[in-house]
């Protein structure tokens, strides 16, 4: 079992709507958390960490940590045509296997 | 502000030969990291370095090596290439002696192995 999970893609989200993007881990020690986005061909680009329990809002994203269900979540609202890209969560140095995220205009 | 740099930013060699990949991390970073990105594929953690010692180690093959050298720098040499080491090469640097584990990646350098 991969030691960080995402929920399988490709989610398609209508243009201004919420996309919600999830994350499991295994590890209950686990303290850092990361999201990555990645366009194709591009590098991992961070835009959100978060090392404790509860929300962490920027901007239009809020991370979300719930270490006693050892789970991650991204939620992007008012969601961007520039928002369609892989996001990669993170656990320190593993990567999950991201979730290709398409908005619809 | 200054971001990681990969050299070169893409590579073709062929079978059995000889690569080296070049990092040159965020000024003041003390650690960095390399990845392997295949086609479709989640980075994959290959080695780090934490104050020029590695730190960690991931599923780096045994004929890949890496060092990271006084002014951090850091380089990943690949020898007797396979078709299968064609991918992207990420290079990620972060202050680990300040307690901040963000890591911040280069642009890549796509090795194409033929």
């Known amino acids: 079992q991969k030691e960080v999970e995402q929920n399988s893609g490709p989610l398609s989200v209508p243009e201004g709507a919420i996309a919600s993007l999830n994350c499991t881990y295994s590890d209950r020690g686990s303290q850092s958390f990361f999201w990555y986005r990645q366009y194709s061909g591009k590098s991992p680009e961070l835009i959100m960490s978060?090392?404790?329990?509860g929300d962490k809002e920027d901007g239009r994203f809020t991370a979300q940590l719930n270490k006693a269900s050892q789970y991650v979540s991204l939620l992007i609202r008012d969601s961007q045509p520039s928002d369609s890209a892989t996001y990669l969560c993170a656990e320190k140095l593993t990567f999950g296997t991201g979730t290709r995220l398409t908005i619809i205009p | 502000a200054a971001g990681v740099i990969q050299s070169p930013r893409h590579l073709i060699k062929e079978k059995r030969e000889t690569a080296t990949l070049k990092c040159y991390p965020i000024p003041r970073h003390d650690t960095v990291y390399w990845y392997q990105q295949g086609p479709g594929q989640d980075p994959q953690f290959l080695i780090s370095?934490?104050?020029?010692?590695?730190?960690d180690k991931g599923s780096i093959p045994d004929r890949f090596s890496a060092q990271q050298f006084s002014d951090y720098h850091s380089e990943l040499n690949m020898s007797s290439l396979e078709l299968g080491d064609s991918a992207l090469y990420f290079c990620a640097s972060s202050f680990l002696a300040g307690a901040l584990t963000e890591a911040f990646f280069g642009q890549g350098t796509r090795l194409t192995v033929v």
């Open positions: 370095f934490y104050e020029k010692m590695q730190s």
């Open positions: 978060i090392y404790s329990n």
